[in-house]
């Protein structure tokens, strides 16, 4: 009998495996904005709870500062189009906890800063560059299967790149449920880096991992972002941060009010 089951199990993973090499990337695509697609239908708002935190390291390792902050994230489906609000509760600087002054004042700079980069994190929808294909921006290739899984999943790997570089474009790889055609995760970096006056980018990658919530919901569950460029007088500076969500609420209803007073 064990060795029956054995065999069926080899004989399953030789299926699978061959039918991975089969998989076309249009084919992979359309799955994915499909399941997308209908999860778009089914949300009408989500609430997290969300601790961020973001560290700069200098050439030698060193940890030289760390924020960290304490939210709620709203969203909320507005004329179609979600919109995303964040509710600062804390903030801190190398562990102390600011005033409430200086987390309001954060908080501002924060939301700023976000609506002038475009920020694809939580509220994101990461099809997009794959409703984008049929313009002749993006490259579409399958990767296979990977090597582990992903948070538990078996997954495909779809790689969506750009053909040119300009910093409104992204590259992705996305990490597919093979079992749901949901995104496990996604890696993405700009397609161009926009440098500023005082810092100048090399490097920019980050990622979002997402958990299941039920058979039609996945939500956000952790982001990564991680960075490296010059400051002024060529000083080297690595930064790195990420954020977590927890506790999700799904429909259960948001004070609309919040988007016309915040809307980011």
Not at 5 to 13: G, K, P, R, T
Not at 97 to 124: F, H, P, V
Not at 188 to 202: D, E, G, I, M, R
Request: aromatic content about 12%.
């Amino acid at each position: 009998m064990k060795i029956i089951l054995v065999s069926l199990i080899i004989f399953a993973a030789g299926v699978s495996a061959q039918e991975s090499t089969d998989i076309k990337p249009g084919y992979l695509a359309r799955k994915m904005i499909e399941v997308r697609d209908a999860q778009n239908d089914a949300v009408e708002d989500m609430v997290f709870d969300g601790y961020h935190f973001q560290q700069k390291i200098d050439g030698d390792g060193n940890i030289t500062e760390k924020k960290e902050y304490r939210k709620k994230h709203y969203i909320a489906k507005i004329d179609d189009s979600l919109h995303v609000y964040e509710q600062y509760l804390e903030f801190m600087i190398d562990g102390e906890i600011q005033s409430a002054e200086e987390t309001a004042k954060e908080a501002a700079k924060r939301r700023e800063e976000k609506e002038k980069r475009g920020a694809r994190d939580l509220g994101y929808d990461f099809t997009i560059p794959l409703r984008m294909v049929y313009t002749g921006l993006y490259d579409l290739s399958y990767d296979g299967i990977a090597d582990e899984p992903i948070d538990g999943y078996i997954c495909y790997m779809l790689r969506c790149t750009a053909r040119e570089e300009n910093d409104s474009l992204i590259n992705c790889l996305y990490y597919v449920d093979t079992a749901s055609y949901h995104t496990v995760r996604v890696e993405f970096s700009p397609a161009k880096l926009v440098n500023v006056l005082v810092f100048k980018l090399s490097e920019l990658s980050m990622a979002m991992n997402y958990k299941k919530y039920d058979d039609i919901i996945w939500v956000p569950h952790k982001f990564e972002i991680n960075g490296r460029g010059k400051a002024a007088f060529f000083i080297s500076v690595n930064f790195s941060g990420g954020e977590t969500y927890s506790n999700p609420v799904i429909n259960g209803g948001v004070d609309s009010s919040l988007f016309l007073m915040h809307d980011n």
